[in-house]
């Protein structure tokens, strides 16, 4: 069965720290792995997808990265407006069409 | 119209009750799941609809059950409910079967509550 675990739970950073999200993951045969960003109150929105090891993705200012075993999902001096929860997610083995999510990492930035 | 809504955006049944949950899917997306969110955690997969077609389910009882419809808008009905089924269900569409490359459109949601 497909496993996600993110961490840490929750994250407080001050305005331009950098720091990094991890989602360890484990899947029987990686269609997709998915990075998330969910506001109180709403659905999730979909910031990137990454396909194989070694890929990168670059939005602003996240950056997410790819191994076979874990991706990481970069800060890069945030701003208050970049708090929220930010959900991994795994596509994969037979189960098509269902998306594995993780249990979020709450992050905040104060300025 | 772009977005996907979703109706009611709060709703209280009683345990026991039936409940039935509706979805418009993004213009030009012709596949829609389901998911269950509880307070704190990731979303749960509950089904998957595509061309009408129930394609893939999560490990959800029967009484879970859903569908799509010729325009593609959806419906999630859940039998005897109990207290457990307490939680935001979300919508998603997407455009084809998996929304690999432009990943899956959510909903805001509607947040049941059971007592």
């Known amino acids: 069965e497909d496993q996600v675990t993110q961490s840490p739970e929750a994250l407080r950073l001050q305005e331009g720290e950098s720091s990094s999200l991890n989602c360890s993951y484990t899947?029987?045969?990686?269609?997709?792995l998915f990075w998330y960003r969910q506001d109180p109150g709403k659905g999730p929105e979909f910031l990137f997808t990454?396909?194989?090891a070694g890929e990168e993705k670059e939005k602003e200012r996240l950056k997410a990265t790819l191994t076979k075993k874990e991706s990481f999902l970069h800060i890069t001096a945030p701003k208050p407006e970049d708090s929220a929860t930010y959900l991994c997610?795994?596509?994969?083995?037979?189960?098509?069409?269902?998306?594995?999510f993780g249990q979020g990492t709450i992050l905040t930035v104060h300025p | 119209e772009t977005g996907v809504t979703q109706s009611p955006t709060h709703l209280i049944k009683t345990r026991g009750q039936q409940v039935t949950l509706r979805c418009s899917s993004q213009?030009?997306?012709?596949?829609v799941s389901w998911y269950q969110q509880a307070l704190g955690q990731g979303p749960q997969f509950i089904f998957q609809?595509?061309?009408?077609?129930?394609?893939g389910r999560g490990n959800f009882p029967p009484r879970f059950s859903g569908l799509q419809f010729p325009n593609y808008s959806s419906e999630l009905n859940v039998n005897a409910l109990e207290l457990d089924d307490s939680a935001l269900y979300l919508c998603?569409?997407?455009?084809?079967?998996?929304?690999?490359?432009?990943?899956?459109?959510f909903g805001s949601g509607t947040r049941l509550t059971v007592v």
């Open positions: 213009s030009g997306h012709n596949t």
């Open positions: 899947v029987s045969g990686l269609r997709g």
């Open positions: 998603a569409s997407s455009s084809g079967q998996e929304g690999l490359d432009y990943g899956y459109t």
């Open positions: 609809y595509y061309r009408e077609e129930e394609n």
């Open positions: 990454l396909y194989s």
């Open positions: 997610a795994v596509a994969g083995g037979t189960s098509y069409g269902k998306l594995t």
